[in-house]
């Protein structure tokens, strides 16, 4: 066992991340020269088996003993290639399954005995990750015949592993791992595991290969210093968001995440239309600073009705909390929490944008650009370019561009 080769086997319920993951420790452990392969147990399932067959959720129940055969027969494929592959060349292989019951790891366990074997499981339990998610899932061609059934058969899908579902804890290498916020909750290894220091770094960092921040263009309210609201945006808003689906035009975006806000939607809504396969996801966590009894008053209004205020921000931009509204800094949680989302979400995309707000958007920022919290709400966003970030292992760019 003291060989430099590893099996990495992932656990959890579906819609967890689990194959986001693998794609990303592939990539990873690939870019370091170290052979890497996924084993998929669903992507066996769709080759070899009708898909109305296995887009309904009868075929995970434990009580239907056909399927489980046909189930136990993939994972025993996988092993057998995942095993064959290790002897050959490979150095890493990745096994991409629920392995949600005990009795299935033990056989793992027991199966591929010739090298390291390590556990990792996906936990992540935000239900608005859950059903977006699963909201995306159900656009696969797997459940194109069922399409109304799709989302109710995808939830019993799950219900039926969760039946089986036994936490790692017996076994003797693991980590337990939130797949949201990329946090280890519990670890384990009773052995030495190789590669280890790598793939624990690699389960934690937030990789970004491009991500575009964009702030929503001109508003009715930017016009008049007003803050807050749900303003419409201007002609020249509108013109400054066609200028930007022209320049993203040929960059391949997914998804485009925006607030809640109508100001941000209509300018992602552009950007979209100019795209062949783009979705919009609104995240109320990229929702603009709540300024609280200030909201939809000039800047000019609250220094002269409410000149405490306008002060005591003024001498502490980042910590004053708006009365009934946030400050820089306790609006931070959120949208952070937002910058998982979209991450989660984005799943291994190359480019990921973000249409949020000026003060949204000095947050994102500085979750990638280290700042001092006091310069934080001063960092320059305008509407009339964008900023291009790169934050990879190997790589950390920041640049503020123009589009038109
Ligand atoms: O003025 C536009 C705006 O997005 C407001 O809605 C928000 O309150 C403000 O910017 C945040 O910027 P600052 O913290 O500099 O007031």
């Known amino acids: 066992m003291s060989d430099e080769k590893l099996y990495i086997v992932l656990m959890g319920l579906p819609a967890r991340g689990k194959s986001t993951l693998a794609m990303r420790l592939r990539d990873a452990f690939r870019k370091d020269g170290i052979s890497t392969r996924i084993f998929n147990n669903g992507k066996l399932r769709r080759i070899y088996l009708p898909l109305d067959e296995t ?59 010739d090298h ?30 069922i399409k109304d059934k799709a989302a109710t058969e995808f939830l019993k899908r799950i219900d039926y592993y969760r039946m089986i579902y036994i ?48 702030r929503h263009t001109e508003t009715e309210y930017n016009l008049m210093n007003r803050i807050g609201g749900d303003p419409p945006l201007t002609e020249k808003g509108k013109a400054q968001a066609t200028a930007l689906g022209l320049f993203f035009k040929k960059k391949k975006l997914s998804y485009i995440f925006t607030s809640k806000k109508m100001r941000t939607i209509d300018t992602a809504k552009v950007i979209c239309e100019m795209q062949d396969n783009c979705r919009i996801i609104p995240l109320k966590e990229f929702d603009e600073i709540k300024a609280g009894i200030c909201e939809r008053m000039t800047y000019g209004d609250i220094e002269k009705n409410m000149p405490h205020v306008f002060k005591k921000r003024g001498t502490n931009k980042y910590h004053y909390v708006y ?66 970030i790169v934050s990879t292992q190997d790589k950390k760019l920041f640049e503020l561009k123009r589009y038109d």
């Open 55 to 113: 887009a309904r959720s009868e075929f995970y129940s434990a009580e239907n003993s056909a399927a489980v055969e046909l189930r136990k027969g993939f994972a025993r494929m996988n092993m057998e290639r995942a095993k064959a592959y290790l002897r050959n060349s490979g150095q890493i292989a990745i096994l991409d399954a629920t392995n949600a019951g005990r009795e299935r790891r033990a056989t793992i366990e027991k199966y591929l005995n």
């Open 116 to 145: 390291s074997l390590f556990f990792i499981e996906c936990i992540n339990d935000d239900e608005d990750i859950l059903n977006l998610s699963i909201r995306e899932k159900i656009k696969l061609p797997e459940f194109s015949h």
């Open 323 to 388: 009365p009934d509204g946030e400050s820089y800094e306790t609006m931070k949680p959120r949208i952070i929490q937002g910058v998982k989302k979209a991450f989660f979400l984005n799943k291994r995309a190359d480019n990921i944008m973000i249409v949020g707000h000026q003060a949204v958007n000095r947050m994102i920022l500085s979750h990638f650009l280290y700042r001092r919290e006091d310069d934080v709400p001063y960092i320059y966003i305008p509407q009339d370019r964008f900023y291009h």
């Open 167 to 214: 936490p790692l804890k017996v076994e003797r290498n693991y980590i337990r791992i939130d797949s949201l916020q990329n946090m280890i909750i519990e670890e384990k290894h009773s052995d030495a595991i190789p590669f280890y220091d790598r793939l624990r770094d690699y389960l934690v960092t937030d990789e970004v290969k491009n991500l575009f921040l964009i």
